[in-house]
């Protein structure tokens, strides 16, 4: 079992709609979690980070981690063309390196 | 100019070639990675080396080498390139995680590869 799974399938969703994109996780030492925002031909970015089990709000983006259940997941709230791109969950522990999931592309339709 | 810089952005070889992909940053991290990443399988990480004296192997390091010339530099070579390392290719660096550092990645743009 890899120690993080995304699962990679893309997401086509209309504009203003909700996306929620999760991922769960073995490794019970992880204590921070991340998502990364991945544009078209571009690197990946940092979007969110939170260290602690509940939900973090920023803007239109929401990450909430259950650590009791090993699972985070990522909203986003009316959703724009402008978030379409591969979001891919990210977690870590002390200053080990981080563990990837593999990542979802998401569309979002005018 | 961007924080890491990789070189070449993108190429084109044949089977057999050496190949030298470069990365340089300013962002004055320690830590620098090389990650591969392809459709479906997400970010796979080949090399790591938390300062410049220390090299690692990640999860697929079979094929490739790297070199850590300088705190700024950090170069992935393909020392007999072949078709299944048709790629695309991330360097990135960190800082040490601690209490006021995230110990988030930062990403270059990518070099993609293609060995035919």
């Known amino acids: 079992q890899k120690e993080v799974e995304q699962d990679p399938g893309p997401l086509s969703v209309p504009e203003g709609a909700i996306v929620s994109l999760n991922c769960t996780y073995s490794?019970?030492?992880?204590?921070?979690f991340m998502w990364y925002r991945q544009y078209s031909r571009k690197g990946p970015e940092l979007l969110m980070y939170?260290?602690?089990?509940g939900n973090k709000e920023d803007g239109r983006f929401t990450a909430q981690v259950d650590k009791s259940s090993k699972y985070i997941s990522l909203f986003i709230r009316d959703s724009q063309p402008s978030d379409s791109a591969t979001y891919l969950c990210a977690m870590g522990y002390g200053n080990n390196r981080l563990a990837f999931g593999k990542g979802n592309q998401v569309v979002v339709i005018p | 100019d961007a924080d890491v810089t990789q070189t070449p952005r993108n190429r084109i070889t044949k089977t057999g070639k050496r190949i030298m992909l470069e990365c340089s940053q300013t962002k004055g991290h320690d830590r620098m990675y090389w990650y591969r990443q392809d459709p479906g399988l997400g970010l796979r990480l080949i090399y790591y080396s938390f300062d410049v004296k220390d090299i690692n192997k990640g999860e697929i390091s079979d094929g490739y080498s790297v070199s850590r010339q300088a705190q700024a530099k950090f170069s992935l070579s393909l020392e007999s390139a072949i078709p299944n390392q048709t790629a695309l290719y991330f360097c990135?660096?960190?800082?040490?995680?601690?209490?006021?550092?995230?110990?988030?990645?930062?990403f270059g743009e990518g070099s993609r590869l293609t060995v035919l």
């Open positions: 939170t260290y602690s089990s």
């Open positions: 990135a660096t960190s800082d040490l995680p601690s209490s006021s550092n995230t110990g988030e990645l930062f």
């Open positions: 490794n019970s030492a992880f204590q921070y």
